[in-house]
């Protein structure tokens, strides 16, 4: 098993929503686990996996939270457990390249600006690079980053933006909202994310589908319209 990454000068806690993850988990966490001078601890906020997903985070050294499951309310477990004040918060099925450390510390600059990533999937199709360029379109005109792309906050300017919604889904549209376009920068950090749900329910119908659901909520926040959704 892999020590607990307690170091006195590491800067971040990265903190990472899971549900039946074995099969993404252990790649991220082996990447995080391999900069422990910049990772003080990797926080795996499970949401009642019925896989191994909990116990691939306890092998590899992460601090496991488990609870109800729900995005937002993970998330909120996971925080209140970091013990630093920089949080990176992933998606369990992301990737990071090798150099993503150099970006990271780049970033640990302005504490009342947060950092999101340029999203790439993990897939050779063409229209992958095309939803590629749509969101890099939205965050560009909207700064409307989604969860998959990453997001490096500093725990005082979330709690300023009212902390993490407790939403099952759209937290990441809730907290970027929150936050203000002017509190949100892109950074040079390509996440690449898991493609398989765009595979298996085609690319146009899965746009559309997310879609739809961005506006039922951003129409209606509080009504239970993104309670249908399917990774």
Same mark, same amino acid.
């Given at each position: 098993?892999?020590?607990?990454?307690?170091?006195?000068?590491?800067?971040?806690?990265?903190?990472?929503?899971?549900?039946?993850?074995?099969?993404?988990?252990?790649?991220?966490?082996?990447?995080?686990?391999?900069?422990?001078?910049?990772?003080?601890?990797?926080?795996?906020?499970?949401?009642?996996?019925? *896989?191994?997903?909990?116990?691939?985070?306890?092998?590899?050294?992460?601090?496991?939270i488990e609870g109800p499951s729900g995005r937002g309310s993970q998330l909120q477990r996971g925080i209140a457990a970091a013990p630093t004040k920089w949080l990176l918060l992933l998606h369990a099925d992301s990737h990071l390249p090798p150099d993503w450390p150099t970006t990271i510390r780049r970033n640990l600059?302005?504490?009342?600006?947060?950092?999101?990533?340029?999203?790439?999937?993990?897939?050779?199709?063409?229209?992958?690079?095309?939803?590629?360029?749509?969101?890099?379109?939205?965050?560009?005109?909207?700064?409307?980053?989604?969860?998959?792309?990453?997001?490096?906050?500093?725990?005082?300017?979330?709690?300023?933006?009212?902390?993490?919604?407790?939403?099952?889904?759209?937290?990441?549209?809730?907290?970027?909202?929150?936050?203000?376009?002017?509190?949100?920068?892109?950074?040079?950090?390509?996440?690449?994310?898991?493609?398989?749900?765009?595979?298996? *329910?085609?690319?146009?119908?899965?746009?559309?589908?997310?879609?739809?659901?961005?506006?039922?909520?951003?129409?209606?926040?509080?009504?239970?319209?993104?309670?249908?959704?399917?990774?």
């Amino acid at each position: 098993m892999a020590p607990p990454m307690n170091h006195a000068a590491a800067l971040i806690s990265v903190v990472i929503p899971t549900l039946n993850e074995a099969a993404h988990l252990p790649a991220l966490l082996a990447t995080i686990a391999a900069a422990p001078d910049l990772v003080a601890a990797i926080i795996v906020s499970d949401g009642g996996s019925t *896989d191994q997903t909990p116990t691939l985070a306890r092998a590899a050294g992460a601090i496991l939270i488990e609870g109800p499951s729900g995005r937002g309310s993970q998330l909120q477990r996971g925080i209140a457990a970091a013990p630093t004040k920089w949080l990176l918060l992933l998606h369990a099925d992301s990737h990071l390249p090798p150099d993503w450390p150099t970006t990271i510390r780049r970033n640990l600059i302005d504490p009342s600006r947060a950092y999101f990533g340029t999203l790439r999937f993990a897939s050779a199709d063409l229209r992958a690079r095309l939803l590629e360029a749509l969101v890099r379109l939205r965050c560009f005109l909207f700064r409307l980053p989604y969860g998959d792309q990453g997001l490096l906050i500093h725990r005082d300017l979330l709690e300023a933006a009212g902390g993490m919604p407790c939403l099952a889904l759209m937290e990441d549209v809730a907290l970027a909202r929150n936050l203000g376009r002017r509190r949100l920068d892109p950074m040079n950090l390509i996440v690449t994310t898991d493609a398989s749900a765009y595979i298996r *329910d085609g690319w146009v119908r899965r746009v559309a589908a997310n879609f739809i659901r961005l506006l039922r909520y951003l129409i209606a926040p509080d009504a239970p319209a993104i309670r249908d959704y399917r990774r």
